[in-house]
Each structure stands twice: as structure tokens, then as C-alpha cells.
T-cell receptor, first 113, second 111 residues
Framework: QQQVKQSPQSLIVQKGGISIINCAYE??????FPWYQQFPGKGPALLIA?????SEKKEGRFTISFNKSAKQFSLHIMDSQPGDSATYFC????????????FGTGTRLKVLA | DAMVIQNPRYQVTQFGKPVTLSCSQT?????MYWYQQKSSQAPKLLFH???????NEADTPDNFQSRRPNTSFCFLDIRSPGLGDAAMYLC??????????FGPGTRLTVL
């Protein structure tokens, strides 16, 4: 019940296309859902995050869509660029207690020029 | 700029030779975390401090220990590194329950 399932494992998108990465969770106590971007040899960097009281959050080309009833959330990268090529991790946490993230397994995105 | 700093960025040690990795932060966050990340895998939490309160994950090997002498610094000690401990070690911080900020990581090689 503590798992966060992430798909796809890898994704290849043409420059200018839309990249979509999906995550699903079981524990309804999760109340914070961040997305991290990680380049090779670097630490993860927070990209965007959402709480379950909203269904969508947009920051620039990055949008999180959140479906509370389906217990799913997704990251959409509009107008994907080669510089977006990285590994993306979703995560979930319960902010009232454990301070711990449950990470998804990661998606390796490659954007072709 | 406020940030999370990890030293060294690359560490090579011999099998069984103790090693210490360090993390410092200028964010004044009260929570500090240590993660282990192996190639193509998600970060795996080893332990975290909430202020001086230490919280160990159940599956963290006894070989791994940590110290937090003050708010700004946290250390990861690997007492007897094995080949399986070769990984990227990530330090992260957060203010209470908010988002975690990661450092650049230390790549550990065990010969």
C-alpha cells in the first residue's frame, strides 16, 4: 500500500511533442505529490508539486494533473526540448507524520532534436 | 544562494576501509535526509534527522551510521564498505513537512 507505481520506464519524444508520465498510488493518506527531475550525475531537483485539493497545476511547460478518485497523477511536458532529457521521479508523502517520500521507479525521457 | 552542499563529490575507498561523507546546508532546515541511489533506481532513504531526533529505516544496514552535530551539518559514516555499497549518496533537507531539496550527491566507488 506504500508503493507508487510509475510508467512508462522510458519514453522517447520528438522535439516539440508532449511527454506524459503517469503515477498511481494506493494509500489515500498521501497528501503531497512532487515531481523531481534528475540529470546524470546530479541530485534530483524539484520540478513541480501538487496537493490533493486541486486537480491541476501548471508551471511553464510543466503541468501536473491529479485524479483523486482514480488515485493517479501525471506529469505533462509541453513542447518538449532536448534539454528536458533526464530521469523523472514522482513521489508521494504524508505531510502530517513521516516526512518521508515514497518514490516511483523513475522514467528516463529522451527528447530527440 | 541557500543550498545543500555535499563533499566530496567523488570518493574512492577500498573494500572494508571506513569512509565519511559530509553534507552541509545553508537553508536552516530542521530535517536532513540521507539517501542511497544505485544506477537506474529511485533514491532509497537510509535515515533522517528531525532536528536532533534520529530516525533509522528498518532495512538500513548496521554498516551505515550518521551524525548531526548541529543544524547545518550531517555526516554519513560507512564503517566497512562492501562492493555493494558503491552508489550515489544524496543528502536532502526540508523544513518540517515541505518539499525536499537535494544536494548534488557523492559518488562512492569501492575497490
Amino acid at each position: 500500500q506504500q508503493q507508487v507505481k510509475q510508467s512508462p520506464q522510458s519514453l522517447i519524444v520528438q522535439k516539440g511533442g508532449i511527454s506524459i508520465i503517469n503515477c498511481a498510488y494506493e494509500n489515500t493518506a498521501f497528501d503531497y505529490f512532487p515531481w523531481y527531475q534528475q540529470f546524470p550525475g546530479k541530485g534530483p531537483a524539484l520540478l513541480i508539486a501538487i496537493r490533493p485539493d486541486v486537480s491541476e497545476k501548471k508551471e511553464g511547460r510543466f503541468t501536473i494533473s491529479f485524479n483523486k478518485s482514480a488515485k493517479q497523477f501525471s506529469l505533462h511536458i509541453m513542447d518538449s526540448q532536448p534539454g528536458d532529457s533526464a530521469t523523472y521521479f514522482c513521489a508521494a508523502s504524508i505531510t502530517s507524520g513521516t516526512y518521508k517520500y515514497i518514490f516511483g521507479t523513475g522514467t528516463r525521457l529522451k527528447v530527440l532534436a | 544562494d541557500a543550498m545543500v552542499i555535499q563533499n566530496p563529490r567523488y570518493q574512492v575507498t577500498q573494500f572494508g576501509k571506513p569512509v565519511t561523507l559530509s553534507c552541509s546546508q545553508t537553508l536552516n532546515h530542521n530535517v536532513m535526509y540521507w539517501y542511497q541511489q544505485k544506477s537506474s533506481q529511485a533514491p532509497k532513504l537510509l535515515f533522517h534527522y528531525y532536528d536532533k531526533d534520529f530516525n533509522n529505516e528498518a532495512d538500513t544496514p548496521d554498516n551505515f551510521q550518521s551524525r548531526r552535530p548541529n543544524t547545518s551539518f550531517c555526516f554519513l559514516d560507512i564503517r566497512s564498505p562492501g562492493l555493494g555499497d558503491a552508489a550515489m549518496y544524496l543528502c536532502a533537507t526540508s523544513r518540517k513537512y515541505n518539499e525536499q531539496f537535494f544536494g548534488p550527491g557523492t559518488r562512492l566507488t569501492v575497490l
